[in-house]
Nanobody
């Protein structure tokens, strides 16, 4: 059974930093893509940063230059280093995993971790 374990959320002041991590386990299929989405109250879930199936990275315009996604392939883990945090970064951050299967891609979501940016 596929599991995604997220950690690293919390409360931080504007201008501060946090690092999120997401570890995947339990899959017999290879990873197509893996990364982070977020959802703020009253808003739709949106892409934050993602490693794509081609190995490149995608960032939301709102976080480019402040957030950095990285990965540890042997550990099937992705990280999100968030610097210069702003109040508008406050949201629940979800890890997303896309697996390559012989039939169709399979998507899994983590349980979410709260990030609150406030003074």
């Amino acid at each position: 059974q596929v599991q995604l374990v997220e950690s690293g959320g919390g409360l931080v002041q504007p201008g501060g930093s946090l690092r999120l991590s997401c570890a995947a386990s339990g899959s017999k299929f290879s990873i197509n893509a893996m990364g982070w989405y977020r959802q703020a109250p009253g808003k739709e879930r949106e892409l934050v940063a993602m490693f794509t199936s081609r190995g490149s990275t995608n960032y939301a315009d709102s976080v480019r230059g402040r957030f950095t996604i990285s990965r540890d392939n042997p550990k099937n883990t992705v990280y999100l280093q968030m610097n210069s945090l702003k109040p508008e970064d406050t949201a629940v951050y979800y890890c997303k995993l896309e697996l390559a299967t012989p039939w169709a891609p399979l998507n899994y979501w983590g349980q979410g971790t709260q990030v609150t940016v406030s003074s």
